[in-house]
């Protein structure tokens, strides 16, 4: 079992920036795929990144390239999301997951293990 707790979230101007963390417990997690995925209001649940835990692959909805970077610190077991230029079309409730998942694909699932979420508003 994997638990992931998100934090970081909350109301930005457009322009602005976020840094979301997810902090991972449980079991190793060299083996699994860290993704970020967000639901807005109405609107059905999209990815936004990956990353693998061991290795520097990555991944990145074409919406968010260039402005979101996705990372992780081994040392607190946690992965963090940097959310620059936001944009009020980035509002949504933001997930953090974990799984046997292939970086390169964006399929939710293929994550075991969710977060509770945290919000990001972004006002224009």
């Known amino acids: 079992q994997v638990q992931l707790v998100e934090s970081g979230g909350g109301l930005v101007q457009a322009g602005g920036s976020l840094r979301l963390s997810c902090a991972a417990s449980?079991?190793?997690?060299?083996?699994?795929?860290m993704g970020w995925f967000r639901q807005g209001p109405g609107k059905e649940r999209e990815f936004v990144a990956a990353?693998?835990?061991?290795?520097?692959?990555?991944n990145y909805a074409d919406s968010v390239k260039s402005r979101f970077t996705i990372s992780r610190d081994y040392a607190k077991n946690t992965v963090y999301l940097q959310m620059n230029s936001l944009k009020p079309e980035d509002t949504a409730v933001y997930y953090c997951?974990?799984?046997?998942?292939?970086?390169?694909?964006?399929?939710?699932?293929?994550?075991?293990?969710w977060g509770q979420g945290t919000q990001v508003i972004v006002s224009s």
């Open positions: 990353i693998r835990w061991s290795g520097s692959m990555t």
């Open positions: 449980g079991r190793t997690l060299s083996s699994l795929t």
């Open positions: 997951a974990a799984g046997r998942a292939v970086v390169t694909r964006s399929q939710g699932s293929e994550y075991a293990y």
